[in-house]
């Protein structure tokens, strides 16, 4: 990246992936934490796979959208998956292999990956 111009055209490219629908109160919503320790931690392959994933698979169903800070940065990268009508489930140490199997269990077959929850980690 040499120019503001060079950052601006990729942010405009990665915002028309995440932001590919408008949310509707009826659609799953994938939030990935993009807060410098999100970032840091690799939150941005874990957003990639997710939005290209959803995209692949057209799940029409479900808006995948970063964040800033979720307040767990010894977690990061973390994903939470909000469901209407379902408690958030919040995804932690996330990866981008780890990422597509939550959009192919999770969010194609309605199975939470405990593993990979909040609620399996010690604090």
């Avoid at 807060?35 to 995209?55: E, M, N, W, Y």
């Amino acid at each position: 990246m040499k120019s503001l111009a060079e950052l601006k055209a990729i942010r405009e490219r990665m915002q028309g992936k995440v932001d590919m629908r408008h949310d509707n109160e009826n659609n799953i919503r994938v939030v990935v934490g993009m807060a410098t320790c999100g970032i840091a931690s690799g939150a941005r392959p874990v957003l990639k796979a997710l939005s290209d994933a959803v995209q692949e698979k057209e799940l029409t169903n479900v808006t995948v959208k970063q964040t800033g800070c979720i307040g767990l940065c010894k977690f990061e990268p973390i994903v939470e998956v909000m469901e209407p009508g379902k408690e958030k489930v919040t995804y932690v140490k996330m990866t981008a292999e780890k990422a597509l199997e939550v959009v192919e269990q999770h969010l194609m077959r309605g199975q939470v990956v405990t593993d990979y929850t909040l609620g399996d980690i010690k604090l």
